[in-house]
């Protein structure tokens, strides 16, 4: 796996996040504050203009850039929490990437900084399932298949982090916005990396 | 959505641009959306940087001058700023002193003035403390949320550990001052309206003519529950009932009371609350030491209010009555 793969995959999910704005939004506004697709959507915008600007060598100098600018440009929970995902995924990087590795790291990453756990309502409910899928050898269609599944599930929990935790009983019902962009996140991987894996 | 801005991308800039052309006092920096003391640093005081989502006016940048903050950081609408800015803010107020953080608890906020933090004194080796306000009742089981909200406190923790600074008091000590005026604080407040975020264009939830949300925080989020509009004596007891049964505010100097307005709420409906508050207040045996009414800590253009109880004593009183010169509240001077 390339760093022009990895790039492609940075760049499918920049797509992707703006092309589902108004989903993440309207997700956010049900549970939270409505700024998640706004959010993302600067801090992804932000990322491609600087990768157009300064083309990556490295897998890692990849993930780190992209890592640094979501901390620099999001703000909110979400910034420091894709951006230190971002950051251990850079570290966790080799010559030659090991999707599994990666994303281990970052989901590690995550639970350190979010302190989050399964089953909280939160990004680790997709992300989770989609590391488990690739560490048991499945495909990277099958690891985003397992994210969209763990989102499913994050619709009837009660949040227990973040801004959601607020609302109680009355966040059951609505799926969570950051498990919903992390499906964004691993399709846009299914669709550029999964032939790579 | 009818607002008074150019274009929803830019209420911030051009808000800040603003700020700045009414206040030549304080220093703007652009770049890192960052409002600075004039004279910052002042050399041997602890500086004080506080910040978060915008949406808030006057909260925070209002509050920055002499005995408040030193530096208020601005983050998108309802959104934390980001690390570097308030990395840039407290290399801007740091006079040798240490600096002091004050930071709303939000998980966003938390989690951005922590990488700050972390990024700062990695760097630069200043000193940095923060402090966590965090006196929202409406927030009940802390053990299965992300613990109370940040709300009225934040005003009087910035004022009262600002007079702290300003006398020349070291770093622990102010920080010290501050957790105590937030362990000796707790707010309620009301939403009869949802409101609107620029960049959204619709109300962020939908709250039906004749329903009012009790329990709200400051970002338009819901509450705990929906009740039908009520008398505003009714209301006031809705917001004190809970606060005195969380914390047992006799026994001290009384009480510095304050009625915070959500944004679209006139203040004479304010004085209304504040009369039924300060019935309640005295029935309850609990004397009113200090009072603050007015819309200091808003949700843009929520219509409703906060009330925030703080069981004062000597040297919070004291503090409070210090001089005080910013844009938004000013007094003594």
Redesign the interface.
């Known amino acids: 796996m390339d760093t022009e793969a990895l790039t492609a995959w940075i760049r499918e999910f920049a797509r992707l996040i703006s092309a589902n704005k108004a989903e993440l939004t309207e997700l956010d506004s049900a549970i939270g504050d409505g700024d998640h697709g706004a959010n993302m959507d600067r801090g992804m915008t932000a990322v491609v203009s600087v990768l157009d600007a300064e083309p990556q060598e490295s897998p890692s100098a990849l993930f780190k850039k992209v890592g640094m600018t979501l901390i620099s440009k999001v703000g909110g929970a979400s910034g420091p929490l894709y951006g230190t995902a971002f950051l251990r995924m850079a570290a966790a990087a080799g010559d030659d990437v090991d999707l599994a590795k990666v994303l281990r790291a970052g989901l590690d990453g995550v639970i350190a900084r979010g302190k989050a756990e399964p089953g909280d309502k939160t990004m680790v409910d997709a992300l989770a399932p989609a590391v488990a899928a690739l560490e048991a050898g499945k495909s990277v269609q099958a690891a985003a298949a397992a994210a969209d599944q763990g989102r499913e599930a994050t619709i009837p929990l009660v949040a227990r982090k973040g801004r959601a935790s607020y609302l109680g009983e009355r966040s059951a019902g609505h799926a969570d916005p950051g498990a919903t962009s992390v499906t964004l996140l691993l399709a846009a991987a299914a669709t550029t990396l999964g032939d790579k894996a | 959505m009818k607002k008074l801005i150019n274009d929803p991308a830019n209420v911030i800039s051009d808000a800040l641009l603003g700020f700045a052309a009414a206040h030549p006092d304080v220093r703007v920096d652009y770049e890192n959306r960052i409002v600075v003391r004039g004279d910052a640093p002042v050399q041997g005081k602890v500086g004080l940087v506080s910040g978060g ?1 915008s949406g808030h006016e006057p909260l925070h940048a209002g509050f920055v001058g002499p005995g408040m903050l030193d530096a208020a950081c601005a ?10 800015q308030m990395v840039a803010a407290t290399k801007a107020v740091d006079g040798g002193a240490g600096v002091l953080h004050i930071v709303k608890n ?3 906020d938390i ?2 003035f ?2 700050a933090a972390e990024m700062v004194e990695a760097e630069h080796g200043t000193q940095v403390v923060s402090v966590v306000v965090d006196d929202d009742v ?2 009940q ?1 802390s053990l ?3 613990g109370r ?1 940040g709300v009225g406190a934040t005003v009087l923790v910035e004022k009262i550990a600002g007079a702290a600074a300003e006398e020349g008091r070291p770093l622990g000590e102010v920080a010290d001052v501050a957790r105590r005026v937030n362990s000796y604080a707790r707010s309620m407040g009301l939403a009869l309206t949802s409101c609107t ?1 620029p ?2 264009g619709k109300p ?2 939908d709250l039906p003519e004749g329903e009012m949300e009790v329990g709200i ?1 400051i ?4 509450g ?1 529950r929906r009740v039908p509009v009520a008398p505003a004596n009714e209301i006031a007891d809705m917001l004190v009932s809970p606060i005195l049964s969380d914390l047992d505010f006799t026994g001290g100097e009384g009480v510095i009371a304050f009625v915070n307005g959500m944004g679209a709420t006139p203040l004479i409906e304010l004085y209304v609350m504040f009369n039924e508050v300060s019935q309640i207040l005295a029935k309850a045996g609990i004397p009113v030491a200090r009072s603050l009414v007015g819309p200091y800590i808003t949700s843009l253009d929520m219509a409703g209010c906060s009330v925030t109880l703080l069981k004062a004593d000597d040297e919070i009183l004291r503090l409070w009555d210090a001089p005080v010169n910013t844009p938004a509240l000013r007094r003594g001077v």
């Not at chain 2, 983050?75 to 570097?84: H, I, L």
Request: aromatic letters at 12%; proline letters at 8%; charged letters at 20%.
């Open positions: 989502g983050g998108e609408v309802f959104t934390s700023p980001v690390p570097d939000y998980t966003g989690m951005n922590e990488l409406a927030v089981d299965y949320t992300a909200r975020v960049a959204a962020t939830f925080g970002h338009g989020e819901p705990r």
